[in-house]
């Protein structure tokens, strides 16, 4: 099988595309790659310095491409609705969401403005909240795609509604687990009521395998310690461009439908071409994907309004 590569993604130009979390790793690699292919990308970060630097980058590399920078922290529901609200009425139309941002495993409990665990805030309701607020936006496409980074760990994570902020007792990658857990079934309960509705929007999953990222450093891990994570992760993950490039499959790929999810089809899904992942047995329980979507809701304040 030949491997898939960034080269592969069709044109885009015409289409508009947010990615969270463009400032690092996959989500700059996502965003260098769909602006190279004539897409106009807007780089959603909480911190619009870096993005600047990071829009720049992508222009030296190609001259004309269309880049702009919102502030956005998905752990403030607050900051959620401003950027929604600022680029949701404004925006043409959303083809392609990639709600990539996500908070590595974090040893220490800590809380987001709205006091939600923070993996559990940031990387779910976050996106859950952001996701909601830009339907319109996305139906305003002729074939929107959100596309969700999930993670390997979504199998080591279980749903606890009896302590979805991981306070009894916190542990890093139990929050960490259910966080990427809930992406995936955010991506996939999104897809299923799309579909319900008769809706054109498609909602996919993706994840990156094991890729060198700003992943590990950003874990508050003492630096030689990060060095020697990176180095093995080189040596049995990918880059960030190749962690990349499932995202990227499955947000610009003909033939990839709505509620499918993408991985690196190698040992472990670990690294390797994007292919269809495996989704473990607790991300398959729709009454929890339902139950989850409602919890949000009540949490986020969020109502997801008709999406067709
Ligand atoms: N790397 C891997 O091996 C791996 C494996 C499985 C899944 N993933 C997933 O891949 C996605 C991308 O991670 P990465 O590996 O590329 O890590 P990364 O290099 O650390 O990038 C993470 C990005 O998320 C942003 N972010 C963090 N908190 C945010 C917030 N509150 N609001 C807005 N943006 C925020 C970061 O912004 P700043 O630059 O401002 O910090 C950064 O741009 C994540 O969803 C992660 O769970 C990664």
Do not use: C
């Not at 965003?31 to 292919?37: E, N, R, V």
């Not at 600047?52 to 702009?68: F, V």
Request: glycine letters at 12%.
């Amino acid at each position: 099988m030949t491997a898939w590569t960034s080269a592969d993604i069709p044109p885009l130009t015409g289409r508009i595309a947010i990615i969270t979390g463009a400032t690092s790793g996959i989500g700059a690699q996502a965003a260098l790659a769909l602006a190279a292919h004539g897409a106009e990308v807007l780089l959603a970060v909480r911190d619009t310095a870096r993005g600047e630097a990071q829009a720049a980058a992508i222009r030296a590399q190609h001259p004309g491409a269309r880049i702009s920078v919102g502030a956005l922290d998905l752990a403030s529901l607050a900051s959620v609705r401003d950027f929604a609200g600022r680029t949701g009425d404004t925006i043409p139309r959303i083809d392609i969401l990639l709600n990539n941002a996500g908070l590595g495993l974090q040893k220490t409990r800590h809380t987001t403005e709205d006091g939600f665990e923070q993996m559990f805030g940031t990387n779910h309701l976050g996106h859950f909240a952001l996701t909601g607020r830009l339907i319109p936006a996305l139906l305003r496409a002729p074939a929107p795609r959100v596309v969700t980074i999930a993670s390997i760990a979504h199998r080591r994570g279980s749903i606890d509604f009896d302590d979805l902020q991981t306070e009894r007792p916190y542990t890093g990658r139990k929050a960490y687990g259910q966080s990427k857990l809930a992406n995936l079934m955010f991506a996939l309960e999104l897809d299923r009521r799309a579909r319900a509705a008769g809706s054109r929007l498609a909602s996919i999953a993706a994840h990156p395998g094991v890729a060198t990222t700003g992943f590990v450093a950003a874990t508050g891990t003492p630096r030689i310690m990060v060095t020697l994570a990176n180095l093995a992760i080189s040596i049995f993950g990918h880059s960030s461009a190749k962690g990349a490039l499932p995202g990227l499959y499955a947000a610009t790929m003909p033939g990839v439908i709505g509620g499918q999810y993408w991985g690196p089809n190698g040992f472990l899904e670990v690294r390797g071409t994007p292919a269809p992942a495996r989704i473990a047995p607790q991300g398959q329980d729709h009454a929890v994907w339902a139950r989850l979507w409602t919890v949000s809701e009540e949490l986020t304040g969020v109502t997801y309004p008709a999406l067709a």
